[in-house]
């Protein structure tokens, strides 16, 4: 799974790079007992963005992205349960749902409500993208319809 970040990250360019970097660092607040939202950006920004991992160097990421995107998908989180839970099946609860998509289902429903300087179509595609990096087909698959249905509610 290693490879295939590394492929997306040298490809995406520093704003890609950010959003795989939010759906992993919000995936470590969710792990964490008790999770320090401003000790999690801090190590990223001076730590992971950009570093040689495994051997492979990583493109540096929009640190200012990846703050803005991290803070307002932790923070608001309550808010993107509210918002993506009526999209979910009635066997499938929010608290159900694997935490790298849950991750990613807050990063991009804050993106699609409060970045509306960055297009519906590539906030979809960029968080699709992050999650082929961690799942098959089926997982992306469902990232694209709940983000596509939710940017048709919040972008009118």
Same mark, same amino acid.
């Given at each position: 799974m290693a490879q295939q970040r590394n492929k997306q990250n040298k490809q995406g360019?520093?704003?890609?790079?950010?959003? !795989?970097? =939010?759906?992993q660092a919000h995936y470590q607040l969710l792990m964490a007992d008790e999770p320090k939202l401003e000790l =999690?950006?801090?190590?990223?920004? $001076?730590?992971?963005l950009g570093a040689e991992l495994e051997g492979e160097q990583f =493109? $540096?990421?929009d640190a200012e992205l990846f703050s803005d995107i991290l803070k307002g998908s932790?923070?608001?989180r309550?808010?993107?349960r509210d918002l993506i839970e009526p999209y979910l099946s009635k066997e499938w609860s929010f608290d159900r749902l694997d935490k790298? !998509?849950?991750?990613?289902l807050c990063a991009g429903s804050y993106e699609l409500v409060a970045r509306i300087d960055v297009p519906?179509? =590539?906030v979809i595609n960029e968080y699709v993208d992050v999650t082929h990096g961690f799942y098959e087909r089926a997982e992306a698959s469902f990232i694209n319809s709940i !983000? $596509?249905? !939710?940017s048709k509610d919040v972008r009118q």
């Open positions: 360019g520093p704003r890609s790079a950010a959003r !795989l970097a =939010v759906v =999690v950006t801090k190590e990223y920004i $001076d730590h992971r =493109v $540096d990421a932790w923070e608001r309550q808010e993107w790298i !998509l849950l991750a990613t519906a179509a =590539v !983000l $596509d249905k !939710l």
